[in-house]
């Protein structure tokens, strides 16, 4: 049998073993904390890495009154809603976790479902958004990369196809809006452009460079899309934190906001609306609220505060994505709170002043 030692100093010999052990140990762990606490909480100048940082906060309030939520349709259930289109006083509701489209009346009880069984073409895979010229429905099918157009009762129309470029992927579309002129327009996200469409659904320019980009010529996962009364166009430029606005032809106007969590700045944006008086509404995900913007790109004031008056209050949001304006009311569709309608009041009633 092995014999054991109990000498004082092997004895001293083992403790400093493991007392450098543990030193070994701890400044390991001091260098792998310090590491994660980086890029976790990066300092201010951690803006230009692209990574959110919060800095300070804005009192300045964009006014705006609930006044109807509705978390679930009365008689019916969806699961993820994420976009929203209006026909007189039915409302469509994209129910992207079903695949389908929900038709609600104006006090939010269920109309019909549009999905296979009202047309067997209508066969939704992932979709993502949802538009209307006031006559039809556009629907981005994402999973089968085209545009379904319907009529209200859930029948096929056509089917828009969307072709993918030499030497780019299957389009993706998650963002539509139909402009006046009868044109599509759809935002690919896995080939990071714009896509115009004409009325008979053929393509006649699209803006991106088929990569992630930014600068005036580039998009980094294009999103939610709006038509304003003058027929630009404005993307959420997801990625890179701003909005895109383009002419009606798709040529590159300008830009604002940039990638922060900041008053001004977009952390994740979603979708985006733009009213009759060129105020642009922006949703962004991670800060749960609705960002809203001036024609010129100015920042006029956050919407979802729980508090109007304290900077600090919590959100009525959770995740607020898909935005529809109809007169001074808009519709919010939030993934986790349903649909919530507010009335929009006059921007000279904003509470405090910006920081």
């Known amino acids: 049998m092995e014999k054991t030692s109990y000498q004082p100093w092997d004895q001293k010999r083992q403790r400093r073993r493991d ?8 400044i390991v762990l001091l260098i792998v904390g310090g590491l ?13 890495t692209g990574v959110p940082v919060s800095r300070k906060l804005s009192t300045l309030n964009y006014p705006a009154v609930v006044t109807q939520t509705i978390g679930q349709p009365v008689g019916g259930t969806w699961t993820l809603p994420t976009s ?9 509701v994209v129910d992207t976790g079903n695949n389908r ?4 009346d ?30 039809r429905l556009f629907v981005a099918n994402s999973l089968a990369g085209e545009i379904v157009v319907l009529n209200t009762s859930g029948a096929v129309d056509r089917v828009i196809g969307l072709v993918a470029q030499p030497g780019e992927r299957m389009p993706r579309p998650i963002g539509v809006v139909v ?24 393509r006649v320019n699209s803006f991106g460079t088929g990569t992630r980009a930014g600068g005036s010529g580039g998009l980094n996962v294009p999103g939610g899309l709006a038509v304003d009364a003058a027929g630009y166009i404005y993307v959420v430029d997801t990625l890179n934190g701003r909005i895109v606005k383009l002419s009606p032809e798709g040529e590159f106007i300008r830009d604002f906001a940039s990638l922060a969590d900041t008053a001004g700045s977009l952390a994740r944006p979603k979708g985006v609306a733009v009213d009759g008086e060129g105020h642009i509404f922006v949703s962004d995900g991670l800060q ?26 919590g959100s009525i949001f959770e995740a607020p994505s898909g935005l529809a304006l109809f007169g001074d009311t808009m519709i919010v569709v939030d993934g986790v709170l349903g649909l919530i309608a507010l009335q929009l009041s ?10």
């Open 288 to 313: 749960a609220a609705i960002e809203v913007f001036g024609r010129n790109g100015e920042y006029l004031g956050v919407i979802g505060r729980r508090d109007a008056t304290d900077p600090r209050a």
């Open 106 to 135: 104006a006090e939010g009880h269920l109309a019909a479902t549009l999905d296979r069984a009202t047309d067997s073409r209508l066969d939704l895979r992932q979709p993502m958004s949802i538009a209307t010229d006031g006559r």
């Open 84 to 92: 929203v289109a209006a026909i007189g006083d039915a409302r469509y």
């Open 36 to 48: 994660i606490t980086a890029v976790l909480f990066p300092p201010i100048e951690g803006v230009k």
């Open 19 to 26: 007392t450098t052990s543990v030193l070994g140990g701890l």
């Open 346 to 355: 006059d921007p000279g009633a904003n509470v405090g002043a910006g920081e």
């Open 179 to 202: 402009a006046k002129d009868g044109s599509v327009i759809v935002s690919d996200a896995d080939n990071h452009r714009v896509l115009i469409l004409n009325p008979e659904g053929e």
């Open 101 to 104: 489209i929900v038709e609600l």
